[in-house]
Antibody, heavy 121, light 110 residues
């Protein structure tokens, strides 16, 4: 299983950024993809999830409607777009696979390598 | 809103020592949805434990998770050099679905 993310981005305040997460070696449509970020010196923050089969999403309220998660099932890729960027959106953004359930929930079992998004004027 | 509080903030230990990390929830959470992750600088988080006590694939048996209700613990019985990192607990809440992380415990070399 691999999740490979797009490269680092530098954006101005107010712009948008779209990060991709290309998956391989498993059935993409069977597992939720989550997005998590870590700002410099801070902890992990959950941003939302998408189910690749249905496209259904759930977003963290902290983003106040600025995030959109989509997917391309033909290319086994998930996307996270964040709009109206602010300086405090500077962070490393990760995608992670939700391992689903066997006898218990399997956690976020595979992660992308992270994408640094820098918001700077 | 359920808040996860991890303690201590920093644990200073020597290799070979035992580490005990605490994660306390502000209200009872489902053990099934309690996970622990290891985070090293420049690396993606790594799943250690899910379902409060099930080790993830490839995780050595010196790591163990326990707890229920509001109190959960991650124990590392004999610290190896590669175990020094920040550890986060995580839980799930429904209606609406959302995940929360604790603020992290840093395990550093003494």
């Amino acid at each position: 299983v691999q999740l490979v993310q797009s490269g680092a981005e530098v954006k101005a305040p107010g712009a948008s950024v779209k990060v991709s997460c290309k998956t391989s070696s498993y059935t993409f449509i069977d597992y939720y993809i989550h997005w998590v970020r870590q700002a410099p010196g801070q902890g992990l923050e959950w941003l939302g999830r998408i189910h690749p089969s249905s496209g259904g999403t759930n977003y963290a309220q902290i983003l106040h409607g600025r995030v959109t998660m989509t997917r391309d099932t033909a290319n086994n890729t998930a996307y996270m777009e964040l709009s109206s960027l602010r300086l405090d959106d500077t962070a490393v953004y990760y995608c992670a696979r939700d391992g689903g359930w066997t006898t218990t929930w399997n956690g976020f079992d595979y992660w992308g390598q992270g994408t640094l998004v820098t918001v700077s004027s | 809103e359920i808040v996860l509080t991890q303690s201590p903030g920093t644990l200073s230990l020597s290799p070979g020592e035992r580490a005990t990390l605490s994660c306390r929830a502000s209200q009872s959470v489902s053990s099934s949805y309690l996970a622990w992750y290891q985070k090293k600088p420049g690396q993606a988080p790594r799943l250690i434990v899910s379902g409060a006590s099930s080790r993830a694939t490839g995780i050595p048996d010196r790591f163990s998770g326990s707890g229920s209700g509001t109190d959960f613990t991650l124990t590392i019985t004999r610290l190896e050099p590669e175990d020094f990192a920040v550890y986060y607990c995580q839980q799930y809440a429904s209606s609406p679905p959302r995940w929360t992380f604790g603020q992290g415990t840093k395990v550093e070399i003494k």
